[in-house]
């Protein structure tokens, strides 16, 4: 039988009346449906709030909500949102609607919780813009992004926009800044911000230093050299040109740090320096750092707190602030983000790719002693910067769910009255760096067939701050021999950007041809054959786990939630073919149930059955089918309508009561039947003989599987009228009648089985009970012909019999 065939009679026709079945636990973590119930609304937006909050989240009828406060994606293991949710400190707060099996996507608010001590200051930084387009979705999420930052600082004092702000590789595409001017002029005018100061920084992708000058205002970009001085609300602020240093700037800059340095006015003040370029060994462990020089020029001054961007990678990662003799500060990118060259998924196999589809920055509030930087999200959703088939092609469709997530906790940066205090209060140095390794929690990874091959589905180490990649090491079992899947020195990527951090991967275990994106695969497991697999879990600082180890079958499918459906609905299965006389022997209680569209349950029931010898091809097949199969069941639980033979019972008791009737087996009431009706008719008791035809039939009906209600009750009314109308001439003493009870002619007649014998127990030797399907063809009529009277009964009666 179709799976479509099976839904359809679940879903159809007949209601399921809740008889839904929990998850396969194969399935419990990912393998399920985001569109049948919609995200939880929730009463906060994300934003800047004062003290602790409380935010609600509400979903449709018929779903739970389940929620983290830790940036990870709940499962239906996380806590259950019944009520208002307390929110004491800066944190991701998402909720998931939950039915038995369909999630929503989540519904992620970034909570940023301050006290209500203002700031002296507060500004945004954000790198690496790289607009060169007035139109489409790079244009448009702009707006978007805008308005999460006036949710997170209304009014900032000053924006950086710190370098790369087109997409220049050539040194000819000047004209290209009228973009990232007319957005940011459109934009804080649109929120408000028209006091708000803006300071740019020249970077490696804005043409030429002169002719970027030429297209911003000079409160934007002054002079012609890249670098100058400026401040924001008070404390100074220098923008530094990191693709041409050189010792005249490294000169003034390191002139004017140290005469504010030696300034008592001053010398206690933050320095807020913003260069495009990072410095070596400082963020992100170097990567993609250059001009040591300014390193050295800075090294003087621990108040400075220097911002770069460039590098993309993404602020997410803790290594993102460094202090060593100053205070360094990776922005991230508004544009793409990248990580450090991992694996990642793209459609049927892993390529190696460092470029994630995120839009971060940080935004920073000074106050007298500390400087808080925080981190936000304006795109982190799901996805990939490339196609499956190495297009490039992200953040198409602003606005974007994840947009005023937070990045990672604040850093707060101490301050002191001279330099000397102020390093000594540096927390985030090589001396305070974490060294917690991921470990495995209970959950265990297992491997799934797909349409396009094996994959690894894994529940994610945990870890203090998060576990950022995994090695994977496949043996062929057989062998010994390791495969060449993924290479040694190569590390998957558990999207640990994305907001919310996912609690399962999927991990395709195939490999596109020189691990490039857009490739076709060139290395696969060999299905049908045994493999064991090691996994170890790094956090992004490389302390690493145990290793996991555990074996597999490539192309396995596992049927225990078929067997597990099967076994659910074997009894409603059983009594629907016992009602419908297709097994035997019945039991008592099937003839407390009927079933009104036999065709279509024979049908179904046998359509089921043939679901249970499914042999499917994937282990998403495998679960639709257990899925469909307890729908199916639900659906011929719901065919059996439950009938009540209690009143019929009473009226057939009531009639061999009258009669004088004592109780005996059914072959001897059978017999008499025959007999006695020979006798009351020769004495021409009419009356005597409708009675007694009448008791024979409802007793003959009484142990009939699969009789409508209808029937039954119209049953119990003929015989009662045929009662009425034997005691009325009894009592006219019609000839050939006897007084009720009193021994004559017929007394030993039809329907000698009497009321002592329960439905279905005297069956007699026919294999297969009574089936009363011919009954059911009247069923309709029948019902309607039960609200009538009298003589109506007994043509329906007639109706019955023929």
């Not at 389940?66 to 208002?84: E, F, M």
């Not at 839009?359 to 007298?368: C, F, L, R």
């Not at 092609?393 to 994840?402: A, D, H, I, R, V």
Request: hydrophobic share 40%; glycine share 8%.
């Amino acid at each position: 039988m179709s799976i479509g065939r099976i839904a359809g009679i679940a879903l159809a026709g007949v209601a399921l009346l809740g008889a839904q079945a929990a998850l396969p636990p194969s399935t419990a973590a990912a393998a399920v449906t985001q569109s049948e119930v919609a995200a939880p609304a929730a009463s906060l937006e994300s934003g800047r709030y004062v003290g602790p909050q409380t935010i609600t989240f509400t979903a449709q009828p018929g779903a739970e909500i389940r929620y983290t406060l830790d940036g990870t994606h709940p499962t239906r293991q996380s806590p259950l949102a019944s009520g208002p949710i307390s929110v004491e400190r800066t944190a991701n707060v998402t909720a998931v609607a939950f039915t038995d099996r369909s999630e929503s996507l989540p519904t992620i608010r970034g909570i940023l919780v301050k006290t209500a001590e203002e700031p002296l200051s507060q500004f945004a930084v954000m790198s690496d813009i790289h607009l060169s387009t007035g139109t489409g979705p790079a244009w448009d999420k702009w707006a978007g992004y805008f308005d999460t930052l006036k949710r997170i600082m209304p009014s900032p004092d000053a924006i950086i926009s710190n370098g790369d702000q087109i997409n220049d590789n050539n040194f000819n595409t000047a004209s290209d800044h009228q973009y990232p001017r007319t957005m940011l002029e459109q934009n804080l005018a649109r929120t408000g911000m028209t006091d708000t100061k803006v300071m740019m920084s020249f970077g490696n992708h804005d043409d030429r230093v002169y002719r970027m000058a030429e297209q911003y205002p000079d409160a934007w970009f002054p002079g012609e050299t890249g670098y100058y001085e400026s401040e924001i609300n008070g404390f100074p602020a220098f923008v530094v040109n990191t693709e041409a240093w050189n010792s005249t700037q490294a000169s003034w800059l390191y002139g004017r740090l140290d005469a504010i340095s030696k300034d008592p006015a001053t010398q206690g003040q933050p320095i807020f320096v913003f260069g495009h370029r990072p410095i070596p060994a400082t963020v992100w462990d170097g990567a993609q750092a250059s001009n040591s020089g300014l390193k050295q020029n800075l090294s003087a001054f621990p108040q400075v707190v220097y911002f770069s961007g460039h590098s993309h990678l993404n602020i997410t990662d803790e290594r993102s602030i460094h202090q060593q003799d100053f205070t360094s500060v990776n922005e991230g990118s508004m544009s793409y983000g990248e990580n450090d060259g991992k694996f990642q998924a793209f459609g049927a196999g892993l390529a190696r790719d460092a470029t994630i589809p995120t839009a971060q920055s940080v935004v920073v509030d000074v106050y007298a002693d500390r400087i808080e930087i925080d981190r936000i999200n304006y795109a982190a959703d799901p996805g990939r910067t490339y196609t499956d088939e190495g297009v490039w092609s992200f953040q198409e469709k602003p606005p974007f769910n994840s947009s005023g997530s937070l990045a990672g906790p604040t850093w707060t940066v101490a301050r002191g009255a001279t330099p000397a205090e102020t390093k000594a209060k540096f927390a985030y140095t090589q001396a305070n760096r974490n060294a917690v390794a991921p470990s495995w929690g209970e959950a265990q990874p297992t491997v799934r067939q797909t349409e396009t091959g094996p994959v690894l589905r894994l529940p994610q180490a945990g870890d203090d701050q998060f576990t950022s990649e995994y090695t994977l090491v496949v043996k062929d079992a057989q062998t010994g021999a390791t495969t060449t899947l993924v290479p040694a020195n190569g590390r998957i990527y558990s999207d640990y950007v994305v907001a919310p951090k996912p609690a399962v991967l999927d991990i395709p275990l195939a490999v596109r041809a020189g691990d490039r994106v857009g490739q076709p695969i060139d290395r696969a497991l060999e299905l049908g054959r045994s493999y064991e697999a090691t996994l170890t879990a790094y956090d992004s600082y490389g302390n690493k786990s145990a290793p996991h180890t555990f074996t597999f079958t490539a192309g396995d499918v596992d049927r225990s939630a078929i067997d597990e459906a099967e076994t659910a609905a074997t009894p409603v299965l059983d009594r629907v073919e016992r009602v419908l006389g297709l097994q035997s022997p019945a039991e008592p209680e099937d003839f407390g149930y009927a079933v009104a569209d036999v065709a279509a349950a024979t049908a179904a029931a046998a359509e089921l059955r043939e679901l249970f010898e499914a042999k499917p091809a994937t282990q998403d097949a495998a679960d639709s089918t257990a899925w469909a199969a307890t729908d199916a069941a639900g659906a011929l639980d719901a065919m059996l309508t439950p009938v009540n033979r209690a009143d019929l019972a009473a009226a057939i008791t009531e009639a061999r009561t009258a009669l004088g009737l004592p109780a005996s087996a059914e072959s001897e009431a059978r017999d008499a039947a025959a007999e006695t009706a020979g006798a009351a008719e020769k004495a021409g008791a009419a009356a005597e003989k409708a009675l007694r035809a009448e008791l024979g039939e409802a007793e003959e009906l009484q142990q009939t599987l699969n009789v409508a209600q209808g029937a039954i009750d119209a049953a119990a009314a003929e015989l009662r009228e045929a009662l009425r109308v034997w005691r009325n001439a009894a009592e006219e003493g019609e000839p050939g009648t006897t007084e009720p009870g009193a021994s004559g002619p017929g007394a030993s007649g039809p329907g000698t089985e009497g009321s002592t014998t329960a439905p279905g127990k005297g069956s007699g030797n026919d294999p297969l009970a009574n089936t009363g399907a011919t009954v059911f063809a009247g069923v309709g009529a029948l019902a309607v012909v039960a609200l009538g009277a009298g003589g109506a009964l007994l043509a329906a009666r007639r109706l019955r019999r023929d």
